[in-house]
């Protein structure tokens, strides 16, 4: 019975140590007790030197981290987008808005530091920086950027902001920085720059026209190419946006072989001239605005114009050193597919040639055939095939360089193998009119001594036959001709396809007058209304000129114009279900405005009445028949089936440029985000 005592000794002297070892244990930290722990004291941010490269002019020496935007460092700062942006965003926007913009983000990524305090930029540098530069952003299809919002990260006088861009303030004096806020529309609209514009440059340039000259001025896109740039249009008329009942519509494209640049530049001062000249009250040009809509597209093809600028070679083009070189000349004249758009339209001059001896056969509205569709069609093609449907374009004109000449339809020989032939139009008379009056307006053009090129060969006065010269098929002055009521001309604007730019100001001056003159073409002949007894308009009437075996078509309202050179002519419309009517006409010589001829079509009894000529081109389909089986899409889907070209052709071109390496993908950059 003595074992238990001891027994419970032992446990006593256990339990008696254990006791000691918890109460020699350091105490743990329990915020519930008063006086078992110390706070952690954290180290408050302090002012730090400004050592951003591209804020080192700014108005004060110190910031501090984390910034506005949350970046706990400097190097975090710098290896952001956001940085990457303001050091390149004089560059993307063409040297405008400069430093503004690159100094209001400073204030956000490096903002001003006094007294271990951050101060945040003013809202009100803010708003005016964004009215006066916002729509720079969209010339490159950029949005704002997320940091510059006033709203978020600016703050108003009443909260003690100070102004980051005070110190280009003292530099430029307040008078003249006010004076940039919102500057005089002539001294913009006016400021020909001659040097050659960039595609965001030459955006950015047609939005602040619009901007100035908003009762006359809009700008469209009608697609895009095949690097995914913008192929905008910028219209002038008295009432953009809208057809007007009798007022012609005329287009002008340029850079249609992206290495021939001066009509793309060109067509940029002609945009900037209307806007400037309508605004100082110019009456020759206020008529032409008012009474007539005007269209134009600079460039048709600004992926080959980049290639041009670069000089540099697409891949696409071939190594072979024994077949033919591709040459620097020539580096940038096609697309980026390779595809020469001047030769990418559907050939209806063949087809009009195959049926000229068929009876009562017809040279107008010729359909597209189905097979066109199966080939490589671009879409920069694609896009002005479209927008050429869908407007009812009167004139047209598309400017080339390499030669010096107006050249005109057929651009496509008759000959039956193809070679050189003077091959005219129906329409020959009025095309060679037409020709005349640019070429004749220009300031060198009609003189014999002036022509270089080929053409000098075959030309008269600085106009020719385009199959006489140098005979090809799917032109798109053909195109135009022989698929609508357009009648377009080829201006071929010096032989040298990329001249310096100091010679871009004896350009404009060379062919400022004739650009205007030839818009003003557009009234020439005659105009009007083809109406039923009831007074409806009759679309798809037809006008008729005896001796010229080419027909116009009426649009919306039964509207219709029709270039006619001087004389007497004898007119008939025509109509399904309609009894046809016909008019004697004589244009005076100098009659520099359509003459209004209007006719009103009887109800026909007999239904056989317009058959001759309803036929459509057997085999050829209808004229509605518009790449009918989405062959188009099918072929873009796979000539894209590189993820990498997808991506391209979706993004803007400056996209690969903000994508870091391992980083989140800055989607704020994309206006659609």
Known sequence: MEYKPRKMCIMLLIL????????CAPRRCDPGYRGLCKPTVEEKPKCTDLLLSYCDDMSYAQTMFPN??????????????????????????????NPDIRMLGCSVLAPRCEKD??????????????????????GIEMAWPYFLDCDRF????????????????????????????????????????????????????????????SDIARTYNIG????????????????????????????????????EVMGRQLLIYLAQYLCSEYLLGNERIQTLINTTRIHILPSMNPDGYEVAVSGQQDSNYGDDEEGPRYESMNIGQNNAQNIDLNRNFPDLTSIAYNRRRS???????????????????????YAVMKWIRSIPFVLSANFHGGDLVVSYPYDFSKHPLGHNMLSPAPDDQVFKLLA???????????????????????????????AQWSSFSGSMQDFNYLHTNCLEVTVELGCDKFPPEEELFIGWHENHEALIAF???????????????????????????????????????????????????????????????????????????????????????????????????????????????????????????????????????????????????????????
Request: charged content about 25%; proline content about 5%.
């Open 519 to 673: 818009l003003e073409a557009a009234h020439r002949g005659i105009k009007g209304i083809v109406k039923d007894e009831e007074g409806n308009g009759i679309k798809g009437a037809r006008i008729s000129v005896r001796g010229i075996r080419h027909d116009i078509t009426t649009v919306e309202n039964g509207e219709y114009w029709r270039i006619l050179t001087p004389g007497i002519h004898i007119l008939t419309a025509s109509a399904p279900g309609y009894i046809r009517t016909m008019k004697k006409v004589r244009l005076p010589p100098r009659m520099m405005t359509a003459g209004r001829v209007d006719f009103v079509l009887e109800k026909s009894t007999l239904e056989y009445d317009m058959q001759e000529e309803d036929d459509a081109i057997p085999s050829m389909g209808t004229y509605d028949r518009f790449d009918p089986y989405n062959q188009y899409e099918r072929y873009t889907l796979m000539a894209d089936l590189s993820q990498n070209r997808e991506e391209r052709a979706e993004k803007p071109w400056w996209w690969n440029y903000f994508v870091l390496p391992g980083g989140p993908a800055p989607t704020w950059l994309l206006k659609q985000y």
């Open 117 to 138: 305090k951050v101060l945040k930029p003013c809202r009100s540098t803010c708003e005016a920086v964004f009215k006066r530069c916002g729509h720079t952003f969209d």
């Open 16 to 23: 008696l140590q254990m006791l000691l070892l918890v109460s």
């Open 154 to 213: 600016f703050v108003s006088d009443e909260e003690g902001c100070y102004d980051p861009l005070e110190g280009l303030r003292a530099e430029q004096g307040e008078e003249v920085f006010d004076s940039m806020e919102i500057p005089p529309p002539e001294e913009s609209a006016s400021s020909m720059q001659f040097t050659y514009h960039s595609n965001a440059q030459m955006i950015s340039v047609f939005k602040k026209i619009e901007e100035q000259c």
């Open 224 to 259: 895009r190419s095949m690097e995914g740039r913008e192929l905008q249009v910028i219209e002038f008329s008295n009432n953009p946006g809208q057809h007007e009942l009798l007022e012609p519509e005329i287009k002008y494209i340029g850079n249609m072989h992206g290495n």
């Open 359 to 381: 009876k009562g056969h017809r040279t107008d509205h010729i359909p597209i055939p189905d097979y066109y569709w199966f080939g490589k069609v671009a879409p920069e093609t």
């Open 436 to 466: 005349r009056i640019y070429a004749t307006s220009h300031e060198r053009m009609a003189n014999e001594n002036a022509q270089c090129g080929s053409s000098r060969y075959h030309s008269e006065k600085g106009i020719v036959n385009g």
């Open 68 to 97: 506005i935007l949350g970046h706990k460092t400097r190097e975090d700062a710098e290896s952001g987008a956001e940085y990457l942006l303001i050091s390149v965003v004089e560059s993307l926007l063409g040297g405008q808005c």
